[in-house]
């Protein structure tokens, strides 16, 4: 089944750890996102990827890194410099080829900084 | 300009009424305006999107209505059951270099009572 993987699905991280997110995708999709996702506030873009190699910072990137050294896969690395991390952190993937379409997300990484 | 405004924040309706959600947005560049629906720690899933050359689209008991003169669109769920108690964001993308970014709305958190 095509899709998009996320893990884990629950992270604990202490104060001043930094911790790494995976996404993975059998799409073959160009283009990878990471949101945010806090109660009462929507998906907010942290990073967004077109190609491999290239990746573009979202609205909300401090405190975050990223790499795009495969087309599959775009993990999130949340650092000790993100005053509140704990959120909902999902994945997407979309054929920008496509222009405007459909964007797939992955099931999420529920972070509590404990 | 690249916000989009979503409400009801929640909204609770008895089974077999109508669900209504709305959207306005500022950036006139939006090409794209799909409706995501999400479970309780799920990631999003596209449940219907309408591009803006029309100004109705529906699918089962789901329509989307769009004003473009008004920069406003609405999603109504017709028949509304339990089952569609979920997180509903509306969503904007914006075409050209974008490289397909959504812009989401805050989310309406919808109960559908028995």
């Known amino acids: 089944d095509g899709g998009i993987t996320q893990s884990p699905k629950y992270l604990f991280r202490k104060e001043g750890q930094n911790v790494t997110l995976s996404c993975e995708q059998n799409?073959?999709?160009?283009?990878m996102y990471w949101y945010r996702q806090d109660p009462g506030q929507g998906l907010r873009l942290i990073y967004y990827?077109?190609?491999?190699?290239?990746?573009q910072k979202g609205d909300i990137a401090e405190g975050y890194s990223v790499s795009r050294e495969k087309k599959e896969s775009f993990p999130l690395t949340v650092t000790s410099a993100q005053k509140n991390p704990t959120a909902f952190y999902l994945c997407?993937?979309?054929?920008?080829?496509?222009?405007?379409?459909?964007?797939?997300f992955g099931q999420g990484t529920r972070l509590t900084v404990v | 300009q690249q916000q989009v405004k979503q409400s009801p924040q929640s909204l609770i309706v008895q089974k077999g009424g109508i669900s209504i959600i709305n959207c306005a947005y500022e950036?006139?560049?939006?090409?794209?305006f799909p409706w995501y629906q999400q479970f309780p720690g799920k990631g999003p899933a596209l449940l219907i999107a309408?591009?803006?050359?029309?100004s109705e689209k529906k699918e089962g008991r789901f329509t989307i209505s769009f004003n473009k003169s008004a920069k406003q669109f609405s999603l109504h769920i017709m028949d509304s059951q339990p089952g569609d108690s979920a997180t509903y964001f509306c969503?904007?993308?914006?075409?050209?270099?974008?490289?397909?970014?959504?812009?989401f709305g805050q989310g309406t958190i919808l109960t559908v009572h028995p």
């Open positions: 990827s077109q190609i491999v190699n290239d990746f």
């Open positions: 997407a993937s979309k054929d920008p080829r496509r222009g405007s379409g459909e964007a797939f």
């Open positions: 309408i591009r803006p050359d029309v």
């Open positions: 950036n006139t560049a939006f090409d794209y």
């Open positions: 799409l073959n999709h160009d283009a």
């Open positions: 969503a904007a993308n914006a075409g050209g270099t974008s490289y397909g970014k959504l812009t």
